[in-house]
């Protein structure tokens, strides 16, 4: 082999390698941070958006869940996603809303009151208008809901139909002023916990009870913990897929494009499973020796002293009366005054 010949075997290697080192900037594995163990709405979203991800970039680009808060508390990860350190992560509404107050219109007590309801509201410019406040204010994007359900309270001690059977009792709640307000509406003061240290205080009995939908206490295991669960509807649990901002923006358009379709998916899927799973999930919980019950009055009492005390507090942090206006009528629901 001449020289001239060798040199440039030599720079077609050096080329393909440098191509080959190049690849993986291209190839993402987006790490995925899921707040909720296996088996949760969580990961239903996470599967439908992996799935649809490898499908859709032709094998291109895929994603790793890593559940049950691995990678921290649900609130800390969206600061991680902010700065660029995580890609993605799949949490609950209430733990944005400390980042991106106008998503607390989500939050405030029995404004949601079907999956219906949740569908209209995030997939249309409701939901779009909080997207683009999410990437303003916290950095990060919303790129799919998952819709999981009413969160149910739950509590080891007693059974509770009314809001006086909430006396003594010591509920944890997310660190969110909408979700503590409630519950201060109903006589109690709530204790704010991360939800990553949820179980331990439930099984140590630093707190009685919690509140989270039916599919979450049966991936969470909570059943281990608590025995009463009480129907209660105050919140439509939405909990979306967020994607870093600046890893978003890193992206080609193409590849954006990808990671949007697949969000689609996702929120699909996530429809799907709570549609499919919510009621076998519910009995499940029977199984376990949990009993559940129904609030007294079809709820009356809690839906007044939350709407009286808690709306209004918040309609300007939600961004006005207007925003919460805006949300009802898209709900077929009438408006309320100032
Ligand atoms: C919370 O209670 O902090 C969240 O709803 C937990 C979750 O992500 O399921």
Redesign the pocket.
Known sequence: MTIMKKLSTAAAAASVAALAFAAPAYAKNFKIAV??SGG?S?EATGLGFVKALEELSGGKHTATLFLNGQLGS?QDTVNDAAIGTLDMSL??I??ITPFSPSVGVFTLPYVILSLEDAETLTQGPIGQELTENTINDAGVRIIAWTY?GF?RLTNSKKPVTSVADLEGLVIR??KNEIMIDTYKAWGISPTPM??SE?FAGLQTKVVDG???PYT?INA?KFYEVQKYVTNIRYIF?I?PLIISESVFQELSAEDQNIVLEAGKAATAASAQFLRDKEAEIKQILLDKGMQIDDPENGEQEFIDLATAAVWPKFYESIGGVDKLNAVLAAIGRDPVSE
């Open positions: 707040g909720d949760s969580q649900e949490l609950a209430n733990n999981t969160r709640v997310p991360a939800w949820t919690q509140d989270n979450t969470m649990s909990e």
